[in-house]
């Protein structure tokens, strides 16, 4: 297995910077909740919320998309919910990345079916080449070309979430 950097560490570090500096300044004198998608969420929600200047609340929900190494089957389960309500509150999905677009699609039914006051979705990656349900994030980190990647969260098998790049596995 070899993994080659396609983001290094800084510009990661970078973006997120910018990214938690305009949710700041759009939700500047509100409270937002930071609902994060585990597992993968996990590295960039702490460094985003580390780097915004306003209050934030942190919850969780997890989905599976069943399956395995580096394809999903498109069939997705929530597997946890979040512990709060979100009705009245300013909702911020944070995910790793939109790929097909199916889990956050599914995720963000469930939270506009809860009226919150406001939501918006901030994924630290985006593949649009993989699409198949319409699904635009309201901040991206970057725009990635239809590669299998890892770091900030992101595994294969469960391994590599902790590489602080985005690396891409370009062999077996
Ligand atoms: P979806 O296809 O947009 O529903 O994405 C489902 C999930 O697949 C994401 O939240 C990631 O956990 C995972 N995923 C998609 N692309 C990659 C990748 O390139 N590397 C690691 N995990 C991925």
Not at 46 to 55: D, F, N, R
Request: glycine residues 6%.
């Amino acid at each position: 297995m070899k993994i080659e950097v396609l983001i290094p560490e800084q510009d990661v570090r970078d973006r997120i910077k910018e990214m938690a500096d305009a949710l700041s300044e759009k939700y500047a004198g509100e409270e937002v909740l930071l609902v994060g998608i585990l597992n993968g969420s996990v590295f960039f929600l702490t460094e985003l919320a580390q780097k915004m200047s306003i209050p934030v609340e942190i919850d969780f929900m997890a989905a599976s998309s069943y399956g395995s190494g580096t394809e999903s089957s498109g069939r997705v389960l929530v597997t946890k919910d979040l512990e709060r309500s979100v009705k009245d509150a300013h909702v911020i999905i944070v995910e790793d990345i939109v790929d097909t677009g199916q889990t956050l699609h599914l995720l963000t039914e469930m939270i506009m079916e809860r009226h919150p006051a406001s939501f918006e979705l901030a994924v630290l990656l985006d593949k649009p080449a993989r699409r198949k349900v319409c699904l635009d994030a309201d901040y991206i980190g970057f725009e990635i070309p239809d590669a299998f990647v890892v770091g900030w969260g992101l595994d294969y098998d469960q391994k590599y979430r902790d590489l602080p790049y985005i690396g891409v596995i370009t062999e077996e």
